[in-house]
């Protein structure tokens, strides 16, 4: 399914935000390592030796993004922040969407936690609109 081709709703932007987020975490980090040294994973008590890692390893679910996880991730980073003009309303619609609380998005931001509510509300619906507008105005 395209993108013009979706009527778009708070509940699909906020979905796809959460994608986003969830890709975003999952990609290799922009800088190269450099090599320090190598750590090993040493046994120091007898009683670690009895843990199976193997099966430890695989309980963890990795996350493995789909191509069309992606092409989500692309089109919320490239094509939707830059449609938010405040730069502090774009921080705050991301924060919410990785999670974080809302004190905490206030005390980075230095507004009450109502005062971010709000903005992040207002955000999305400002979202909404524009992404609805573009793909009328598109077609």
Known sequence: MQAKQIQWTEEIVLEWLDIAVKVDKSLPPVYRRGISGQHWDIKREWYELL??????????????????????????VLRWFPLIEDSKNKRILWLRSCGVSWVKIGKKTHLTRQTVAHRYQHTVEELVHKLRFLDTKIS
């Open 51 to 76: 843990w199976d890692i193997e099966e430890v390893r695989q309980a963890e679910e990795i996350f493995r993004p789909t191509n069309r996880q992606i092409s989500i991730w692309e089109e919320v």
